[in-house]
Structures are given as structure tokens and as C-alpha cells.
């Protein structure tokens, strides 16, 4: 039996991400109480207000009624599922091709794979670009930093696609 190692490799980092943010996507279902009370926080600019100093230019932008945030906490955990799920069925199909089971069109697959990482980069901008309209690195520093490593990460797992086998 044959076997591509880098297409085997490809497989365990997309099966690798897909897990993590299958993982992701089931803490925010099953500890939900937990991010919504951030989630809150965050789009009422709380510790932004309790500060004093930092940020008060941005208030302005804070939401007073939080009642959607369990409804916005739902749709990101099934949008992190659905990107996951497709994130693992790319890994199924790299494995596939890696160890020479079946017929998978590698370039149908690449392109797959790119749609799958394209919609992981998607979700990071998404919580980048709210996260900034609400101030969060003023007071949520860390969160951010994983925002942005999650990012860079789906940069560098489009940079593994396209490199020529």
C-alpha cells in the first residue's frame, strides 16, 4: 500500500482544528451561562463604564438591552459546528487521498478545504471586528490575543493548502 505522508498531515491539522472547535462550539452549548454573562459584559462595555477613564469615548456604542446575547451565543455555537463538521469531512477526505482510498479529485478537495478554512477566518474576523466595536481589548486583552492567533492560524492552513505537493 502507497501513501502521501503530506497529504496525511494535512489531514490531521484539519482534523486536529475541526476538533478544537468542535470542542469550542459543544462548551459554548453545554456552559452557555458562561458566555453569555462575557458576552454581556462585553456588549454592555461594563468594565469599560466601571474604569472610568478608558474607553469612554466608545459608550456610546454599548447595547443597553441584552436579551439577545443567548439567541447570538446559539448562532455562534452552530456556526462554530458547521465549520467544524466541514473543517472534519475535509480531514476524512485528506486521509482518503492520503492513503490512496478511493478516487478524490485533489484539486476539488483543495478547493473544498479552502472554502472550509475561508469560513474558519470568517468566524475570527467576526469576533475581531465586534470585540473592537466594543472595546474588548481595553479590558479583554487575552480574548483578543486569541482571536487574532486563531486567525493567524487560518492564514497559515491556507499557506499549507497551496503548497505543491
Partial sequence: MTLDAFWLAKAIVF????????LAALNNLMDANTNITLLRRMMRMDAIRED?????????????????????????????????TTLMLVALAMAAVGLQLGRVDSVWLTDVATL????????????LIGGLWFGYWIKMGSVQIVHFIMLMFGFLLLLLLRIPI
Avoid at 482534523?15 to 468542535?22: A, D, E, H, K, Y
Avoid at 472550509?116 to 469576533?127: E, K, M, P, R
Fill in 15 to 22: 482534523g486536529g482544528l475541526g476538533s478544537w472547535l468542535l
Fill in 116 to 127: 472550509s478554512v475561508s469560513a474558519f477566518l470568517s468566524l475570527w474576523f467576526f469576533f
Fill in 52 to 84: 472610568g477613564i478608558l474607553g469612554q469615548g466608545l459608550l456610546v456604542r454599548a447595547i443597553k438591552s441584552d436579551a439577545r446575547v443567548p439567541l447570538l451565543l446559539r448562532i455562534v455555537a452552530l456556526t462554530q459546528l458547521s465549520i467544524a
